[in-house]
């Protein structure tokens, strides 16, 4: 089955209202990429200009984080209603920076992915084990256990993105065939729970990606695309991840 990529930017707690610059070069480079969905991420404050400036371009706007509620009493969240009526068509849930930080359960996260179905977004559901759990060869049971726990029970405008922790900002990567493993785990786990529909979604590989690696995870057998962190802050770094796609 052939899944559209996508190349998603997650800016993290990065960009100021100037940053609209490096958006306008990402827009104008995706232009020129004809085959690649091209997705930034940037913080809660810049959607709704990011999203005015993306409108009727290639380029969509995403949040990083959703609420699980739609409105309400609660102090400093937003939810997937005010990310849609913003202009974001997609959110980030569960980022393992959240799950860590903010203690995210899988429990936590399945309920913001179905917030986001709620709202119309697409949830991309990050997942991915910690170093010391695949020292100890528990690598599939963690990963197979978030998806499990992590994902809604229909997977229509869901997008995964398998993230080792050990691999987040660290420089550090797994082999391609270590990707090609679990890529393949989760593919066959999407399969089994969701028949037709675990093939069409995209599985994206994040951690680390740069331009220099981005040929080498991402043309491993489904991978569908790349969750990019810090080199997603340099229009030039991201286009060309983005250009293994061309
Ligand atoms: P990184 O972050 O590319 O900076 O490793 C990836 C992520 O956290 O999504």
């Known amino acids: 089955m052939a899944r559209r990529p996508l190349v998603a930017g997650n800016w993290k707690m990065n960009g100021l209202r100037a940053s609209i610059g490096e958006l306008e070069k990402i827009i104008a480079g995706a232009r020129k990429l004809g085959n690649v969905d091209v997705m930034v991420c940037p913080p809660a404050t ?56 903010h203690g995210e359960t899988d429990a936590a996260v399945r309920a913001k992915a179905l917030a986001a179905r709620r709202a119309g977004l697409t949830a991309v559901i990050c997942l991915g084990e910690q170093r010391a759990e695949r020292d100890a060869g528990r690598t599939r049971q963690v990963v197979g256990a978030q998806l499990d726990g992590s994902l809604p029970d229909d997977a229509e405008h869901v997008v995964v993105a398998y993230e080792p922790v050990w691999a987040i900002g660290t420089g550090l990567t797994p082999t391609p065939a270590d990707v090609a493993t679990m890529h393949g785990f989760i593919r ?55 250009a293994v796609y061309r």
């Open 46 to 101: 810049l959607i709704a200009g990011f999203a005015a400036a993306s409108r009727g371009t290639s380029v969509t706007i995403g949040g990083q984080d959703c609420h699980a509620l739609a409105a309400g009493a609660h102090t400093g969240d937003i939810s997937a209603e005010m990310l849609h009526d913003a202009g974001a068509t997609a959110v980030i849930v569960g980022h393992s920076e959240r799950r860590r930080g």
């Open 188 to 242: 066959e786990r999407m399969c089994s729970r969701f028949g037709a529909m675990g093939n069409a979604v995209r599985i994206l590989y994040g951690g680390s990606v740069k331009p220099a690696n981005a040929e080498d995870l991402l043309r491993v057998a489904n991978v569908d695309g790349a969750l990019v962190g810090g080199a997603s802050l340099d229009a030039a770094e991201f286009l060309a991840i983005a």
